[in-house]
């Protein structure tokens, strides 16, 4: 999948469990997206982070708390559908990002309409 989806931006300020997370959130996206546009496509996503340091009163010590800003550009062969999400939370970003895509996609195709005329 490493030309399907491509990662761009300071990916590597992420720990292996969290990379894990959103390359596999991504992967199955990835599939379901796929699917809806019945097209070959491919994933462009930029990741980058503000870190803030925020000073406990009790504490000397500093904990750095980290905002998430992902860009999400999906290239298929009819359309360029792009969305992006900022959040503090990893997998509330990776998940509104989709959700974003998903929306763009309907919006755009009106694909759950087309669905309805088959029989399963």
Known sequence: MGEVIKFSGDFNFLSEEDKNFVVGV???FYSKVKRSLNNEVS??????DYKKNKAS???????????YSMHLKVVAP???FE????????ARTVHQLCK??????????????????RKR
């Open 57 to 67: 009163k009790n504490d000397s010590l500093s904990e750095k708390k980290v905002k």
């Open 43 to 48: 994933f462009e996503v930029f990741v980058k």
């Open 26 to 28: 991504l992967k199955d």
């Open 83 to 90: 969305a992006e999400a900022v959040d503090w939370d990893l």
């Open 100 to 117: 974003k895509i998903e929306t763009e996609i309907e919006h755009r195709f009106h694909v759950s309409d087309q669905n309805k005329g």
């Open 78 to 80: 009819t359309a360029i």
